[in-house]
């Protein structure tokens, strides 16, 4: 008999919902039939006719509305997945700063955190964008760092071809030292990742160098030619999302690596480990666990708030797709929806993800201690 009532509860609900969709696609036709309006997808393949500043991808104006689409996806992600790696790393400091038995620097570390997540990150924004534009040096007054330029247009750094084979060949020599030895952690696995991009990326720089195919920076009047330009926009939204979510990381380490017994941090001090080697070996590991699950959700938070660079003109998914096509085209049922369905993609891979990711550090840290 209560099977039969579970049973009943769940189709009752099932048809309620089906109803409310029927009901709602019903009522989106009736009202576009009576304003004339057409519903379709066949806007994507029309020709955007504009231009977008900063991009990833080979992308012209008379591409398609749908590479308008990609180029502001790819956008949304660069400066959503820089910002997850600048906070992970900036809160983590000041998680460990504010458990340090120093009052200056636990003072300092604890007033960043008070001060920089009770204040609205779009002002954070603004002020960092609104910084970098009327700070910076103007076109003729650069900063030089080496090949390096700095003014109010960005920062201009020299360009050199990334040396694929070269990675390849280093993930499979890290593949085969794991495979050799079976015992590395998870934590050390991240580490050996790091250090793979790290190796790519400075002998592809050290190659272009030698084989002179590295352009540097090279001003001709008001332009700027053969150069990696990282626009202004680009780094306001990023430094205002990276102060910001790392202040919420820093109180889930900080909450996290308080939650690890307090006799784990007793014995490694006794087995004579540096400071850093107990974080890294001892206590960071157990409490990543703890740490994964809400630190996902700061990470969805930033995959959505990356929309608020529209407010400071960066290009990413909202700010081309469902602004600049949407005013353009005026489909606004299909490009919300298609903006919708694009967000709660993302947001569900990610999760998914970290999801995996904690399951294999919990079942380590479980295994670790026996």
């Known amino acids: 008999m209560r099977l039969w009532k579970s049973i009943a509860i769940q189709v009752t609900i099932l048809v309620v919902i089906c109803y409310l969709f029927a009901f709602a696609l019903a009522n989106l036709e009736s009202n576009a039939n009576r304003l004339g309006v057409t519903l379709g997808f066949d806007f994507l393949k029309q020709a955007a006719g504009f231009p977008i500043s900063e991009q990833w991808l080979n992308y012209q104006p008379s591409d398609s509305n749908a590479m308008v689409w990609l180029v502001g996806v790819v956008n949304m992600l660069v400066v959503s997945i820089t910002t997850c790696c600048s906070a992970t790393v900036i809160g983590m400091i000041i998680a460990f700063a504010s458990m340090s038995t120093n009052t200056l620097i636990s003072t300092t570390s604890v007033a960043y955190i008070e001060i920089f997540r009770n204040i609205p990150l779009l002002l954070q924004i603004l002020f960092w964008y609104n910084f970098l534009i009327n700070k910076l040096p103007k076109m003729q007054n650069s900063w030089y760092f080496g090949s390096v330029l700095m003014n109010n247009r960005g920062i201009f750094m020299p360009v050199f071809p990334l040396v694929w084979e070269v990675l ?191 399951q294999r550090f919990s079942i380590w840290t479980a295994t670790a201690q026996g």
């Open 168 to 358: 390849i060949i280093v993930i499979i020599l890290a593949g085969f030292a794991k495979v050799l030895n079976r015992h590395v952690s998870r934590w050390h696995s991240l580490t050996i990742f790091a250090t793979v991009l790290v190796l790519w990326w400075g002998i592809s720089a050290g190659w272009a160098y030698w084989s002179n195919t590295i352009t540097f920076p090279v001003q001709r009047g008001f332009q700027i030619r053969h150069a990696w330009h990282i626009h202004p926009e680009f780094l306001g939204l990023w430094l205002g999302l990276s102060f910001y979510t790392a202040a919420f990381c820093a109180e889930i380490f900080r909450a996290g690596l308080l939650a690890v017994p307090k006799g784990q941090y007793e014995a490694s001090t006794a087995m004579g480990l540096s400071l850093w080697q107990r974080y890294r070996e001892v206590l960071l590991p157990q409490a990543l666990p703890a740490v994964l699950p809400p630190l996902t959700s700061q990470y969805i938070n930033v995959q959505k708030n990356a929309s608020l660079g529209v407010t400071v003109g960066y290009p990413e998914l909202f700010a081309v797709f469902a602004g600049t096509v949407l005013n353009q085209t005026g489909r606004a049922v299909e490009i919300m929806l298609i903006t919708m369905v694009t967000y709660y993609t993302l947001s569900s891979l990610l999760s998914l993800s970290m999801r995996k990711l904690n």
